[in-house]
């Protein structure tokens, strides 16, 4: 099975580094169609720093947050991301269709 173009987002390194630092991970994540912790591999895998555990209630409420900065790499290859949408309720082939009716139970009395 092969994915279809729109369902493969092609970043750079450094587009997903920003993406992550101004956007919440649970959001971003579904913006790819990933979950958060798949989101959260892809990132440790190319050496992403993410931001940590309460960011961004300190930035919603005008604290001083600090951004990292992302590292060099020397492995060219982990330079471009490609992330594929996930299907999380199965394919076609197990959606029911809504207009079939159920089984009938019978039960004795």
Do not use: N
Request: hydrophobic share 30%; proline share 8%; charged share 30%.
């Amino acid at each position: 099975m092969t994915p279809q173009d729109s369902d493969v987002t092609t970043l750079t390194r450094r587009q997903l580094f920003d993406r992550v630092w101004e956007t919440p991970g649970s959001k971003l994540a579904s913006e790819f169609g990933v979950s958060d912790v798949g989101l959260a591999k892809i990132c440790k895998r190319h050496q992403i720093p993410r931001p940590p555990r309460g960011y961004w209630a300190k930035l919603s409420h005008g604290k001083r947050v600090r951004r990292a900065r992302l590292p060099d790499l020397d492995d060219e290859a982990l330079q471009e991301i490609r992330i594929f949408r996930q299907g999380f309720f199965g394919g076609s082939d197990t959606v029911t269709d809504a207009t079939e009716t159920p089984p009938k139970i019978e039960v004795p009395e």
